[in-house]
């Protein structure tokens, strides 16, 4: 019902994983330098979508070996451009470095693991899911990341299944 930073940030990691794909699929500098930008960016909206990072790293490191674009070139590419994406839309981190790892550092303290007696992550999602969605779309979304793992592990196209999944 309202747009915080989260559906941007949605989008922005939604965009990293097509570039990705896109990656993938046509192994060139400049799509890996897309697909990093996008996780920057996904970056620099919400701290959390820094995981959107894992995509276009994944992507790199499934390049078959003898390809015209070698895996450390495609790492280093969606990394620079992650970086610099990042920085382009949080130059507060860049201009007081100090007051911006103080921030980050209390935000990181506040993720501390909770005791044992609290429910595991995964367990608080899934409620979410269901609350949110109900049972069926919960049922669907349950089934459909365990079509992506096996399809990651066993069927064709690994790597879109992977990016799937992560």
Known sequence: HFVLTDVPMTFAVFLTLVLSLRAAERPTLRAFVAAGAAAGLAAGIKYNGL?????????????????????????????????????????????????????FGTQAAAFTPR???SEASWVIYAKHLRQAFGWPAALLAAGGAALAAYRAVAGPDRVKWALLLV
Do not use: Y
């Open 51 to 103: 995981m959107a990072f894992s995509m276009p790293l994944l992507a790199a490191m499934a390049l078959p070996r003898g390809r015209d674009l070698p895996r450390v070139a495609a790492v280093l590419a969606a990394a620079a451009a992650g970086v610099g994406a990042f920085f382009a839309t949080t130059p507060f981190a860049l201009i007081d470095l100090p007051a911006f790892l103080n921030g």
């Open 115 to 117: 005791s044992l007696s």
